[in-house]
């Protein structure tokens, strides 16, 4: 399927993988770069020497092109915004902040730039500081949202950017995609989809909360603290959730009790303290398969629905 998004990237399939702190490292971004999507290594808050290794492994299972995502609230941000340019990384997209101030030297380095955008201002400064896509994610996605939903979010943003649109939350089947292309996106970012991927190195009990939940299972928590979270229903949100609404947990006791409780989730699977991020659409996600099947079924559906 080629579009803008495909041709700026010389990728076969217009679908990025999100790029999921603590989550999405080189054995999954190499999986989906080799099945002809845009694989994507996160930053999150992890060493440098780590992410270096981790970029390095992806060239040696890939020779497709694939990403970084710097998340910008991290103390590392400087550092891996440096880093990706040693490293010739082909892709960079970032996410929980305004990357204007890297934008020059990545632009310099031939790095594609493609952030995160969760509003149509945003949108339009990324546009004007020189990045070549943005990706407009919906309150539907798993992880730290913004407020606006993909189906209102994602037409706003075409119709006020000439740069291509890049749709991002609640998209997990063909349906997704064809729905997304009819609003002006000439592309899909996928995160929860893939937490179900054979090559997602997650904890087991982690892919099983995902297969398993029902489309009333993602929870948005921490909102009073302004930095709203979506995740899986578990005793530990329902914890939080009592906390937030009683007022027995101050936004900065909140904040204390959430500190690396995404790492728990996926290295331990651990139920009583860990936050499972996932979007929306979790509830539609019954099998765990290999990336390219993912992929694939996917775009055969989308194809039907758009009369390819
Ligand atoms: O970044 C995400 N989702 C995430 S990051 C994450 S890990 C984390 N760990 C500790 C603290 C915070 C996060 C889990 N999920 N999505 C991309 C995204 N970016 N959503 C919204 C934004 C965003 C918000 C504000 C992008 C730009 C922005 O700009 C504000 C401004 O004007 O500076």
């Given at each position: 399927m080629k579009t803008e998004i495909t041709e700026l990237l010389g990728i076969k399939y217009p679908i990025f993988q999100g790029g999921m702190a603590w989550i999405a490292e080189s054995t999954l971004a190499a999986a989906v770069s080799n099945a002809g999507g845009l694989g994507i290594i996160a930053g999150g808050s992890a060493p440098i020497d780590y992410l270096r290794e981790q970029i390095r492994r992806c060239k040696e299972l890939t020779d497709k092109p694939f990403g970084v995502n710097i998340m910008l609230m991290s103390p590392n941000a400087e550092e891996l915004a440096k880093l990706v340019i040693e490293e010739k990384v082909p892709v960079v997209t970032t996410g929980a902040?305004?990357?204007?101030?890297?934008?020059?030297?990545?632009?310099?380095?031939?790095?594609?730039?493609?952030?995160?955008i969760p509003s149509v201002a945003l949108a339009v400064r990324m546009e004007r500081a020189g990045a070549d896509a943005v990706i407009a994610e919906g309150t539907e996605s798993g992880g730290h949202i913004g407020e606006n939903t993909t189906m209102c979010l994602v037409p706003q943003v075409v119709d006020a950017v000439k740069i291509p649109v890049i749709a991002a939350g609640g998209i997990a089947d063909g349906r997704g995609i064809a729905a997304s292309f009819m609003l002006g996106a000439k592309g899909v970012q996928v995160g929860t989809r893939f937490l179900a991927a054979e090559e997602c190195r997650i904890h087991p009990t982690y892919k099983e909360l995902v297969v398993k939940a029902k489309d009333t299972d993602s929870v948005v928590t921490g909102r009073y603290t302004g930095h709203p979270c979506r995740n899986v229903r578990t005793k530990f949100t329902k914890k939080l959730a009592a906390g937030e609404k009683d007022g027995s947990l101050t936004p900065d006791e909140f904040e204390q009790l959430t500190l690396g409780s995404l790492r728990k989730a996926v290295q331990e699977g651990n139920l009583e303290e860990g936050s499972f991020l996932c979007g929306a659409i979790a509830g539609m996600i019954k099998e765990v398969k290999p990336a390219k099947e993912i992929i694939e079924e996917m775009f055969a559906q989308a194809d039907k629905l758009l009369g390819k």
């Amino acid at each position: 399927m080629k579009t803008e998004i495909t041709e700026l990237l010389g990728i076969k399939y217009p679908i990025f993988q999100g790029g999921m702190a603590w989550i999405a490292e080189s054995t999954l971004a190499a999986a989906v770069s080799n099945a002809g999507g845009l694989g994507i290594i996160a930053g999150g808050s992890a060493p440098i020497d780590y992410l270096r290794e981790q970029i390095r492994r992806c060239k040696e299972l890939t020779d497709k092109p694939f990403g970084v995502n710097i998340m910008l609230m991290s103390p590392n941000a400087e550092e891996l915004a440096k880093l990706v340019i040693e490293e010739k990384v082909p892709v960079v997209t970032t996410g929980a902040g305004n990357p204007g101030k890297y934008m020059a030297a990545w632009k310099e380095a031939g790095v594609k730039v493609i952030p995160v955008i969760p509003s149509v201002a945003l949108a339009v400064r990324m546009e004007r500081a020189g990045a070549d896509a943005v990706i407009a994610e919906g309150t539907e996605s798993g992880g730290h949202i913004g407020e606006n939903t993909t189906m209102c979010l994602v037409p706003q943003v075409v119709d006020a950017v000439k740069i291509p649109v890049i749709a991002a939350g609640g998209i997990a089947d063909g349906r997704g995609i064809a729905a997304s292309f009819m609003l002006g996106a000439k592309g899909v970012q996928v995160g929860t989809r893939f937490l179900a991927a054979e090559e997602c190195r997650i904890h087991p009990t982690y892919k099983e909360l995902v297969v398993k939940a029902k489309d009333t299972d993602s929870v948005v928590t921490g909102r009073y603290t302004g930095h709203p979270c979506r995740n899986v229903r578990t005793k530990f949100t329902k914890k939080l959730a009592a906390g937030e609404k009683d007022g027995s947990l101050t936004p900065d006791e909140f904040e204390q009790l959430t500190l690396g409780s995404l790492r728990k989730a996926v290295q331990e699977g651990n139920l009583e303290e860990g936050s499972f991020l996932c979007g929306a659409i979790a509830g539609m996600i019954k099998e765990v398969k290999p990336a390219k099947e993912i992929i694939e079924e996917m775009f055969a559906q989308a194809d039907k629905l758009l009369g390819k």
